[in-house]
């Protein structure tokens, strides 16, 4: 069955900018969490989508949003874009909460903030 | 709080060598999950496994074997005979029962298997 799907793969913004990001979960899964990383950071938990409702959030500034629609995809934007923003945002879909089964990665979206 | 650390940034080993990656977590939770991620060059995290608490069974997928040890809160992961196909970052990660979905990852392991 197809995988987790993100798009764009690759995009560059200039400062203050914003942007929105896409994810197509695996058929069948109802949550998806989105990821930030960095070489600086690593992997941070940015937050969890279930069922349409946001069900968890990291320690990220409100100009990191998300949604998830009714069909289960997500987008996640970031508004005013500052170049510390600048990373792989990577997507993960599973069948039921994030918080016992394993998670499926999408390869990412990098964004390069200039 | 949680933690996963990974000490080893990086490692470097000949073909067909054994390799061992440490992990190491602090959590104040009774119930938890500990998983292995790999990311190849790719992009995408992996699935590797799943252990919960209150399983300490270590677990052998071929030439994967998985080591848990709650008296040093450690899971560690050994490659028997790598491969060049190994090479790869790999990442330990925990998720406490209290953090909710919150997957904590450790800083990653990056792993050159060289021909």
């Known amino acids: 069955k197809a995988g987790v799907t993100q798009t764009p793969r690759y995009l560059i913004k200039t400062r203050g900018q914003q942007v929105t990001l896409s994810c197509s979960p695996i058929?069948?899964?109802?949550?998806v969490s989105w990821y930030q990383q960095t070489p600086g950071q690593g992997l941070q938990f940015l937050f969890e989508?279930?069922?349409?409702?946001?069900?968890n959030k990291g320690n990220f500034p409100g100009r990191f949003s998300g949604r998830q629609f009714s069909n289960s995809r997500s987008e996640m934007n970031v508004s005013t874009l500052e170049l510390g923003d600048s990373a792989l945002y990577l997507c993960?879909?599973?069948?039921?909460?994030?918080?016992?089964?394993?998670?499926?990665f999408g390869e990412g979206s990098r964004l390069t903030v200039l | 709080a949680q933690k996963v650390t990974q000490a080893q940034t990086e490692i470097s080993v000949v073909e067909k060598e054994d390799v061992t990656l440490d992990c190491v977590y602090e959590t104040r939770d009774t119930t938890y999950y500990l998983f292995w991620y790999k990311q190849p060059p790719s992009g995408e995290l992996v699935f590797l496994i799943r252990r919960n608490s209150f399983d300490e069974q270590n677990e052998i997928s071929g030439r994967y074997s998985w080591n848990f040890q709650k008296s040093t809160s450690s899971f560690n992961f050994t490659i028997t005979a790598s491969q060049v196909v190994d090479s790869a970052v790999y990442f330990c990660a925990l998720r406490g029962y209290s953090s909710a979905s919150k997957i904590i990852f450790g800083s990653g392991t990056r792993l050159s298997i060289r021909p």
């Open positions: 989508y279930f069922s349409e409702t946001q069900r």
């Open positions: 993960a879909s599973s069948k039921d909460r994030a918080n016992t089964g394993e998670l499926f």
């Open positions: 058929s069948g899964h109802r949550s």
